[in-house]
Nanobody
Framework: QVQLVESGGGSVQAGGSLRLSCAASGSISSVDGMGWFRQAPGKQREFVARTHSIGITNVADSVRGRFFISRDGAWKTIYLQMNNLKPEDTAVYYC?????????WGQGTKVTVST
């Protein structure tokens, strides 16, 4: 199994930056991809960014140019650098790992962006 723990969330002013981290442990070999989703109050969880085992990254249109995903070489930690944060970025951010077609999720870290 895979265990995921997010950290780095907090409260920031609009225009500020945060860097989220996701520490992965357990059976993290042979992952298909790792990424981030978010869920704003009253809304469905949505895709934010993902990096694949082949080295390709995908970023949602809503955060393109502001958010950047990266990982360490051993796939033990993935990061989400969030710049120029906007109030609409307020959400709980969840780390996701897909391994052999199965999705694993962390408990989430809260990000609040105020005007």
């Amino acid at each position: 199994q895979v265990q995921l723990v997010e950290s780095g969330g907090g409260s920031v002013q609009a225009g500020g930056s945060l860097r989220l981290s996701c520490a992965a442990s357990g059976s993290i070999s042979s992952v298909d991809g790792m990424g981030w989703f978010r869920q704003a109050p009253g809304k469905q969880r949505e895709f934010v960014a993902r990096t694949h085992s082949i080295g390709i990254t995908n970023v949602a249109d809503s955060v393109r140019g502001r958010f950047f995903i990266s990982r360490d070489g051993a796939w033990k930690t993935i990061y989400l650098q969030m710049n120029n944060l906007k109030p609409e970025d307020t959400a709980v951010y969840y780390c996701n790992v897909r391994k052999e077609g199965i999705d694993y999720w962390g408990q989430g870290t809260k990000v609040t962006v105020s005007t």
